[in-house]
């Protein structure tokens, strides 16, 4: 997989734990899974723009994912009380975080309740959507800004 690919997964990551609450209730335990369905460049070939200073460029990738939460616990209020705090992080997001953030679109696509052996219950949870990764060149250390003409080589071996 190209680097830029895997970039694009590691930075969609992070978006959603930022979106995702940071605790839920007591006693639940979240389990997640982010589905990549496709990935394609974005603009021409994966080049979007130049820079400000059109010295470098920018390129993107575009994917299509599904997002989805396993919440685990023996109490079902705590359970759907942490499911309604993640659907509403995630629908109730503001829309310019999202933007800034390159979600382009979101949906909750799935829930369902499961009971399980003994007390355990589960809720599953899944968001489709869209996500657009920009890839900004990185910074050098320095310019050359003058190259010497005039150089005298040592020929003589020292």
Known sequence: MAAI????????????D???????EAGVEVFTTLSIRSIAPT????????????????HGRRLEARYSLILRGNNALNLQTSADRIIEAFMGADQKFLRENG??????????????????REIRLTFDMVYEY??????????????????????NGG
């Open 5 to 16: 690919n895997q970039e694009a997964i590691q930075e969609l990551n992070v978006v959603l």
């Open 18 to 24: 930022l979106i995702k609450p940071a605790s839920l």
């Open 43 to 58: 603009g021409l070939g994966g080049f979007i723009e130049l820079t400000p200073g059109n010295n470098a460029y920018i």
């Open 103 to 120: 979600i382009l679109k979101i949906a909750q696509s799935g829930s369902d309740f499961q009971a399980l052996a003994g007390a355990s």
């Open 134 to 155: 920009q890839q900004l060149p990185e910074e050098s250390e320095e310019i050359i800004e003058e190259i010497p003409v005039n150089l005298t080589l040592d020929t």
